[in-house]
């Protein structure tokens, strides 16, 4: 049974930084790409990042490039958000989401909000 467990959201000013972690169990963790998303109040969900099996290649949404980074630890099962200059517009619901022979497996989301 896949299970994401997302952690480290929060309520954070702007220009502050968090840092998330996805636990993942069910699978074998080092053989899949693993991605987060976000779902923004009155938005549709969308792709934050996304890091390859081993970890040496990652892609970003344009509006995050620069401020977060991807990353993931294979003795750990666990993959990482670090969010770096936090803006208003960056407050949603953080989920990791992992995509095995064509079905796509979510956590159930950390909240972030970045407000003064």
């Known amino acids: 049974q896949v299970t994401l467990v997302e952690s480290g959201g929060g309520l954070v000013q702007p220009g502050g930084s968090l840092r998330l972690s996805c636990l993942a169990s069910g699978f074998t963790f080092s053989s899949w790409a693993m991605t987060w998303y976000r779902q923004a109040p009155g938005k549709e969900r969308e792709l934050v990042a996304r890091?390859?099996?081993?970890?040496?290649?990652?892609d970003y949404a344009d509006s995050v490039k620069g401020r977060f980074t991807i990353s993931r630890d294979n003795t750990k099962n666990r993959v990482y958000l670090q969010m770096d200059s936090l803006e208003p517009e960056d407050t949603a619901v953080y989920y990791c989401n992992v995509k095995r022979y064509g079905l796509e497996y979510w956590g159930k989301g950390t909240l972030v909000t970045v407000s003064s």
């Open positions: 890091v390859s099996t081993a970890g040496s290649s990652t």
